[in-house]
């Protein structure tokens, strides 16, 4: 199995900044892409960022020049650097991982950090 751990979060003025980091635990999987989730009460989870094992990242587009993923591999962690921060950003993010072993692929999902963006 694969540990995510999550840290950062927490409450944001708006046009403030947050940066949330992962850190995944040490296993036998060969994880190949770390992402970031968000979901706000009453809305389906998201996909807010994306980072792949060969540095190419994605970005849902209402956090396009505003938000930052970074990864490093030997270290299995990523990052969200997020600026700009808006209300509409406020929700529960999540840490993701997909991971091959022996042909097959995992997900691995952190416990979730709360962000909260208001005034």
């Known amino acids: 199995q694969v540990q995510l751990v999550e840290s950062g979060g927490g409450l944001a003025q708006p046009g403030g900044s947050l940066r949330l980091s992962c850190a995944a635990s040490?296993?036998?999987?060969?994880?190949?892409?770390m992402d970031w989730y968000r979901q706000a009460p009453g809305k389906q989870r998201e996909l807010v960022a994306g980072v792949a094992s060969d540095g190419s990242t994605n970005y849902v587009d209402s956090v396009k020049g505003r938000f930052t993923i970074s990864r490093d591999n030997a270290k299995n962690t990523v990052s969200l650097q997020m600026n700009s921060l808006k209300p509409e950003d406020t929700a529960v993010y999540y840490c993701?991982?997909?991971?091959?072993?022996?042909?097959?692929?995992?997900?691995?999902w952190g416990q979730g950090t709360q962000v909260t963006v208001s005034s």
């Open positions: 993701h991982a997909k991971a091959r072993k022996f042909g097959n692929e995992f997900d691995f």
């Open positions: 040490r296993s036998s999987f060969n994880i190949f892409a």
